[in-house]
């Protein structure tokens, strides 16, 4: 057991890097950044939602960079393109917990973020279970491939063009802006790095070249989930240090185990799994916010 | 009857205004606390409050009623309401004051040993120290908020109440000895706020209260969970800064490990 200083609740040292350490393990198995199931499971762990989404961004920013060094020696980071999403991102998380600290205050934040979730991890889960599902069946998707034909987004045609050469694009600033500001105010919210929600939107709306995806929307993840960090602590004095040193230990362990694992299982079976586990952590939320509370009161503002 | 609810509301705030500072203390109880210092350090898991004292009355008339009170701080509660087939949280009541840890032990129950009013001026319950301040959302009750507040307090086991002797199992209750002495044990759940409590020992004779003693218990974080709460809310900034570069470098540390392997 050990005492939260910021959380102010004591926690089993074991039990959070179990958690983590699973998280890790899935993240590295699939292959996503893993904040959209670390969060929620903080939260199911007792944590005070506020706390779970603003120490969760310490940990992708560690997941990140560590993500970020091997990509930049494969050299599969635009950095031209991820300097634009991080602008967007920045004022992006500044909104973010700007929304965040006013949810806070009006008692909704909790709502809020149960919404999100819900919305966030059926989607996503249920891709994921229809992708695996087609690819078992053994019929072919619509991959990436075929959509990268030279076919024109809105981000051809809006103005203040420039050239990516390393995407071999020549598209409007526009698009990365505000994808990067979109994706900067869910992280803030949410306590994710949205990796999940960046790579599929840089693949079909600024029809970026897969390798470089990757890279670039780590290179955006980690500014974002850091200033997130910093704003956090100076606004909410949200960010546990030690809840932050255990996911970090926890979630780095169990990455490395999860993609030596992962490289040899079938990529569809996992896919499935997790869509699965995803869909029934939604269904979870769902349960909570629509059967009628034992308690109808609750306390609000517990961290003011 | 709305408007009798909402004068009688208004008298209970103005009793709990007058008779906000329980001060009218004597402390002329001979009262002791065991640990006027309790420490909270990275094994911290809650503590015990021991309260001990004598009854001067030489042949142990008299009832004895100690409170173990948090400091008083602002609180909100909300009532869930149905929107769209979702429950989500209804407009925020506000309390100005509202003891953050309250435990009242008692040699037997309360009622018996003090009259209603006796007990709202002394605030010898959770309930007649909280303070309403807003409003409740039309068609509430605000001593339904009141009675919500105690209720989730009680259940967080921020408030705490303990009637007669303590039973074998349960540590934590008033216990009486021959020639006055008594001794009363709280437990502090590790979620009860880091400040300074005050432990109120009254000694109660025929509903009237005949003597009291107050004596202040604090409660403070030491070693790295001092350094850590210091730096994260004096210097907030460089809190994150140095959180940021924590983790910049157990993900470089992971990147070295895993590029060796």
Redesign the interface.
Known sequence: ???L??A???VSVLLVLLVSGAVGFVSGLVGVGGGFIMTPALIFLGVPAPVAVATGA??I???????I??QTRRKAVDWRMGLLLSIGGVAGSASGVWIFERLLR???L??IIS?LYLVLLSGVGFLMLSESYALIRGRTTRGVSILRRPARTVAHTLPFRIAFPRSGLYISVIPPLALGFAIGTLAAIMGIGGGFILIPAMIYLLRMPTNVVVGTSLFQVLIVS?LV??????AT?T?D??L??LL??GG?IG??FGARIGAGLKNEQIRGLLGILLILASLKFLWD?????V???????GL? | MKRALAALAFALCCATASAQQPGDMLNDLPAAVAEEQIT???????SYITVFGVNPDRRGRGDIVVVVRGPSE???????R?VF?????GD?VEFAQAPSFFAVLSNRPLRQIANAQSIWQYQLDPAASAQLASSVPAGGDPS??RR??V???Y?QGLYQSYAGQPRPEQRGGLTMYQGGLFRAVVRLP??A??ARYNADTYLFRDGRLISSQRIPITIS?VG??RR??DL??TA??A??????L???F??????L???RT
């Open positions: 057991m050990i005492y200083p910021i102010e609740m004591p310490s940990q920013a560690a997941t990140s960079f560590s993500g060094m091997t009006l008692g909704q909790d709502l919404l850091s960090v910093v704003l956090q602590s100076a004095r960010v240090l030690v932050a040193a970090m230990l780095v990455a490395q916010l629509v059967i009628p509370p308690e109808p009161y609750v306390l609000g503002g003011w | 909270v350090s990275s094994d911290y898991r809650g602002g609180a909100v509660v909300m009532r869930k149905r087939g979702l429950w989500i949280n925020p339904a908020y919500a507040l209720r989730l307090r259940a590790a979620n706020p880091i974080r790295i969970e850590i709460h994260a809310t907030s900034w809190y994150g800064i140095m959180t940021v924590l983790a910049l157990a993900g470089w540390v992971a990147a490990i895993f590029r």
